[in-house]
């Protein structure tokens, strides 16, 4: 069974600090993993890695994949309160013939406080 | 550019009742359509993926039934709403990226469900 597991589940931290987020994955088939943020409503997307060792990079956040160690990292740097989210990885799974499909982590929730 | 609509945005239903939500579509042409839900404290689940009109997958089974009557149209249904139908459901589309080979998937707003 495909399996994709997020770390830690919940993060409180203050504005400038820099959080880690980590997740793994056991997936057969595997073509991508995305990153996602949720405030209250719909996931924005965030990131698509697809390659090892290329950091992906967006503002204060980025990103990085180890396809040997089957994981993925997302890092913010000089956290802001608006930064509070869940922060969501999926793992998008090759289906041939058919639509791709992805499985998701069940998200880490961070929280920034002034 | 493309844009995904849902609705409606919040419903409260009885158990035993029928549901229907609504997925569309604009500036794309035979996108693949996604049926998630989210419960609460939980990832999200897909329920159903369609790859074009009429064809639909289901991944988990349950009470729930998916159409697509038109290209950029996906509607979710149920004849008889449970206790566990509860939740926060969402549309999404993806179209292949051709630089990689790869989908990117686009979230609607979500529809947050309540059954009593």
């Known amino acids: 069974e495909d399996k994709v597991v997020q770390s830690p589940l919940s993060l409180v931290v203050h504005e400038g600090d820099t959080v880690t987020l980590n997740c793994s994955y056991e997936v057969t088939n595997f073509r991508s993993l995305l990153w996602y943020k949720q405030e209250k409503k719909a996931p924005t997307f965030l990131f698509m890695l697809?390659?090892?060792?290329i950091e992906k990079k967006s503002g204060r956040l980025s990103s990085i994949l180890d396809k040997k160690e089957l994981f993925s990292i997302l890092n913010i740097t000089a956290t802001q309160t608006g930064d509070s989210a869940v922060y969501l990885c999926a793992v998008e799974i090759i289906n041939t013939g058919t639509a791709s499909k992805l499985t998701f982590g069940t998200g880490t929730r961070l929280q920034v406080m002034l | 550019s493309q844009t995904i609509h849902q609705w409606p945005a919040t419903l409260v239903q009885p158990v035993g009742s029928p549901l229907s939500l609504e997925c569309t579509v604009e500036g794309t042409s035979n996108p693949n359509l996604y049926w998630y839900r989210q419960a609460a404290g939980r990832g999200l689940q897909l329920l159903f993926y369609s790859i074009g009109i009429d064809q639909i997958s289901s991944e988990v089974p349950q009470n729930l039934s998916a159409s697509r009557p038109q290209d950029r149209q996906f509607i979710l249904s149920s004849k008889k709403l449970l206790l566990s139908d509860s939740g926060f459901y969402l549309c999404?589309?993806?179209?292949?990226?051709?630089?990689?080979?790869?989908?990117?998937?686009?979230f609607g707003p979500g529809t947050r469900l309540t059954v009593t």
């Open positions: 697809t390659s090892s060792g």
């Open positions: 999404a589309w993806s179209i292949l990226r051709v630089r990689d080979f790869s989908y990117e998937q686009y």
